[in-house]
């Protein structure tokens, strides 16, 4: 099996995942697809470097929130995600009628700091455990799961104080957003 075989095997099994890590932590469709292929292309020219076979898709987010921290860093622009990339982000599966609400969701993630973000965005979006996070995010099992206490708690705020969404009352927010109970 050829270097470029491997890669592609192991990146079949991690798209998924990978690309909605992208979207939900750059919300732009153009700059999610710049740090898609950034990304993949820095991952192949690296396979090497890769340990464990099983670790590929930490890998390739790991290499991702790098890439994107750099970027940030450089440009200190934040863009906030538009509902057309949102659906993007969510299950395809996903009932019609939660379309607003998964907006809401998404904005108010970005309104969150970024460590917060990413952890919320890996445990709730991509399902990572717990220990994978901590490997991602360079940090402790307290850390990790302080950053999704505190960003559920700055989620609420923000979804229930209507700073998101200032049409919807508090309690229809918290009737009809499955995502939210969920979360908080």
């Known amino acids: 099996m050829t270097k470029q075989e491997h890669f592609i095997s192991l990146y079949n099994e991690s798209h998924e995942q990978f690309v909605k890590f992208c979207h939900a932590m750059v919300g732009n469709s153009e700059e999610a697809k710049d740090l898609i292929s950034e990304t993949t292309l820095k991952a ?4 090497d470097q890769l340990k464990k076979q099983e670790s590929f898709t930490p890998y390739l987010i790991g290499i991702a929130r790098r890439l994107y921290f750099n970027k940030i860093r450089r440009k200190k622009i934040f863009t906030p995600l538009l509902f057309q990339h949102a659906e993007r982000v969510v299950d395809t599966n996903a009932q019609a009628d939660l379309s607003i ?33 901590c490997d991602i995010q360079k940090t ?13 708690q700055k989620l609420r705020v923000l979804l229930e104080d209507g700073e998101v969404a200032e049409n919807e009352t508090k309690s ?5 957003n499955p995502l939210l109970k969920e979360l908080i």
């Open 44 to 47: 192949f020219e690296q396979l």
């Open 172 to 176: 229809n927010q918290k009737k009809h």
């Open 140 to 152: 402790k099992l307290s850390a990790v799961k302080a950053r999704l206490r505190r960003g559920r």
């Open 101 to 133: 609400e998964i907006l809401l969701l998404y904005e108010a993630l970005a309104k969150l700091p970024i460590k917060q973000k990413e952890a919320l965005i890996l445990f709730e979006i991509n399902g990572f455990p717990l220990n994978e996070i």
